[in-house]
Nanobody
Framework: VQLVESGGGLVQAGGSLRLSCTAS????????MAWFRQAPGKEREFVAL????????NYRDNVKGRFTISRDNVKNTLYLQMNSLKPDDTAVYFC????????????????WGQGTQVTVSS
């Protein structure tokens, strides 16, 4: 499956962004999906995941209550709504797909997008 992220940009602290990840090439609803991020000089880290149907989600602790992951299996699109953004959220955000299940470890994901930059100014 091919994944293309969009929606990144520059925003002030406290602002909002919605990231999208559009999938093609395979049946989107067969894949669990996740968002990861990577800041300069840091390892890629888990942000949020969602199962095939959208009924199960999970988040890293420091985004709970601020970020919401969702999916539209008709539009073949994954979303990440990010509110109350902080400078520490600055990173390249990647979407990832795996047909075996939803994982918090990046190594288990088969497919990755190219990433979209999110920059939060203070």
């Amino acid at each position: 499956v091919q994944l293309v992220e969009s929606g990144g940009g520059l925003v002030q602290a406290g602002g909002s962004l919605r990231l999208s990840c559009t999938a093609s090439g395979r049946t989107f609803s067969n894949f669990a999906m996740a968002w990861f991020r990577q800041a300069p000089g840091k390892e890629r880290e888990f942000v949020a995941l969602i199962d095939w149907s959208g009924s199960h989600t999970n988040y890293r602790d420091n985004v709970k209550g601020r970020f919401t992951i969702s999916r539209d299996n008709v539009k073949n699109t994954l979303y990440l709504q990010m509110n109350s953004l902080k400078p520490d959220d600055t990173a390249v955000y990647f979407c990832a797909a795996d047909h075996t299940g939803a994982h918090v470890l990046a190594k288990w994901y088969e497919y990755w997008g190219q990433g979209t930059q999110v920059t939060v100014s203070s």
